[in-house]
C-alpha cells in the first residue's frame, strides 16, 4: 500500500500504519506500559457505546499481526469506564463489502433500545464503503456476536455521486430530525476540500446522500472521525445526540489527516436546510479550537443517558517514541481516560473534565499547605507514587504587575512555549508542575503557566514541556501549548495532571486547556520518579490548593 494510502487507514493504529506489528506485551519489565489507561494490544478508536448498564469500547486490532487486512474491531466491556474485560473480535472480513478490512464507525442506539453499528468496510476493489451490523442476540449483555446486514454496503461511491472512493470513512453515530429521517455524516475529501457528507434514511438500511454537505471546508484536508452532536447552553449536561431544541447548540469535530489533531467548531444546526453553521469561519490546519493541544485523536464522543446524562469524549493517544521503540516495547497507542464534555458558560469554547469514576483508583491523598512558592523555587511532593498520580494544584497569582508584556505577533501558544520553555525565566512563570521527574533534575516533564500583559487585560498561557523529560532523544520532544481564558485577577488558576508512567494528560483553567503528553523517562521511572511543583520567574505565585494521590492500578483486559 502506498504511503498516502496509509492515512486513509488511520484507525488501523498507530503501528499498523507504519507496517509493523502486533505484539501482545507483557506488563513486566515495561516502564511505559501505563495501568490505569486502556491499552489493548494495538489500538484505536471505534464506537463506544452504553447498553442496559455496560459500557462497550470497539478499537482496530489485527488478530494475525500482519499487516493490515484483517482489521477487526476488537472488544471489550466495562461497567465504571475504568476496568474493563475482553471479548473475542465483534466485526471482522466476512462480506464482500469488508473484506478487505473492518475500520472504524459509530454505534447508534434505535427505537426501543435496539443498537446497530455503521462502520466503514474496505471491498474487493480496496474502495471504502459504509456497511451496518447489528447485535445476534439482544439478550447477551455483552453483546458479543454481531451479524452484517445484507444489503451491505449500505452507502458506496459510485459513476453518479462522484465521491472519492479512497477519502470515505467514519460514518458518524446516527441522530433522528424532525422529520422521521436518520441523518449521519462521513468524512471525505474532493482535492484538498474536506467535508462532511450527509445521507439520510427512513429505516437506517436505505440511505440517500443529501443534496448538499452538512459542512465543508477549503483546504483542510481529508476529514476522518467527523462527529456532530447537541450541547445544552450553560449546563453541563449531556443531551442525546437527536435533540435539537431551543436551548442548544451543536458541535463539530473533524480529526484533520494532514495534522493529525482534532478541532472542532460551535455553531448553529439549521435542520431544514441540513447545514451546520459555524460561529467563527470554516475549518483549517491552524484553527484556533482542539481538543487537545497536545497528542489526542481520532476521538469519539457518545451521550450516556439513565441518570447521568453526560456526553462523554474517548481520544486515541499515539507514542512519540520512534518505530524501533515501539517494536522493541511491542505495543503502540493507549486511550485517553474517558472526559465528560460540555459548552463552557462563555459558549465559546468546551470544557472537558476527566469522568468522576477514575477517582476510584485514588489511592492515597498527600495535600500541601497554602503557601507562597517564590521565584527561582522546587517543592517536592512526596508520598505519592509519582509515576502513577493523580494531582490537583490550584494557584493564586500575587504579583501580577511583573507579567511580561505579550508581542502582539506572539499568536501562536505552542510557538511561544517551545521560545518560552521551563527554563526560560519570565515575570510571572513559568510555574507550575515537574512531573515523572528524576531526584536530582536531570528529567522531569514541566507542565507551566505564564502569565502575559496584553493592553488592559491578562493572558494565560498553558505548556507541557518535554525537552528535558528523557535522556533518550530520539522521541518527539515537541512542546506543546494553549491559551487559556482564565482571568488571574479574579479567577483562580488550577491544573490537573493525570500521570501514568509515558503519558501525561493536563487539564489547565479547570478543563478550558487540554494538553496530552507522551514521554519515556530512563530515570525517572517507577519509584524512581518524583514529582515536583515549580516556579521559576521571578514573581511569587501562591499556591492555595495541592492534592496528589497514588493511583491504583485498573483492569484492563
Ligand atoms: C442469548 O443470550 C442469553 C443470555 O446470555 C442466553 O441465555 C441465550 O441462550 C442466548 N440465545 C441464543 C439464541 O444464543
Ligand atoms: C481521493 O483520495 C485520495 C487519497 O487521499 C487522493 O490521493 C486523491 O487525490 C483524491 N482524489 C480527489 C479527486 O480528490
Ligand atoms: C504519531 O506520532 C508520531 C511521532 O510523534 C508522528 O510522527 C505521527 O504523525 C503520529 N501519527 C498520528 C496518526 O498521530
Ligand atoms: C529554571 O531556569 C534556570 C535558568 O534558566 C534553568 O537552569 C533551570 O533548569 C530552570 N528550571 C526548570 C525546572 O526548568
Known sequence: MALSSKCLL???????????????????NQPYRTSYHFQPPKNWMNGPMLYKGIYHLFFQYNPKGAIWGNIVWGHSTSTDLVNWTPHEAAIYPSQPSDINGCWSGSATILPKGRPVILYTGIDPNNHQVQNLAMPKNLSDPFLREWVKSHDNPLMAPNFYNKINSSSFRDPTTGWLGRDGYWRVIIGNKINQKGLAILYKSKDFVHWEEAKNPLYSSKNSGMWE????????????LGIDTSIDGPNTNHVLKVSLDDTKHDYYKIGSYNQDKDIFIPDNGPFHKNSRLRYDYGKFYASKTFFEGNSKHRRILWGWVNESSSVENDIKKGWSGVQAIPRSIWLDNSGKQLVQWPIKEIETLRLKEVNLPKQVLKGGSVLEVSGVTAAQADVIITFEISELSKAEVLDPSWTDPQLLCSRKGASVKGGIG???????????????????????????????LMCSDQSRSSFNHENDETTYGAFVDVDPVHEKLSLRSL?????????????????????????ATDAEAHLYAFNNGTGNVVITTLSAWSMKKAQIN
Open 499 to 523: 500521570i501514568d508512567h509515558s503519558i501525561v494528560e493536563s487539564f489547565g483553567g479547570e478543563g478550558k486547556a487540554c494538553i496530552t503528553a507522551r514521554v519515556y523517562p530512563t530515570l
Open 430 to 460: 513559568p510555574f507550575g508542575l515537574l512531573v515523572l521527574a528524576s531526584k536530582g533534575l536531570q528529567e522531569y516533564t514541566a507542565v507551566f503557566y505564564r502569565i502575559f500583559k496584553s493592553h488592559s487585560k491578562y493572558v494565560v
Open 10 to 28: 488511520l484507525f488501523i493504529s498507530l503501528l499498523l500504519g507504519y507496517g509493523v506489528l502486533q505484539l501482545e506485551a507483557t506488563a513486566d
Open 225 to 236: 472521525c467527523p462527529d456532530f452532536y447537541p450541547v445544552l447552553i450553560k449546563s453541563q
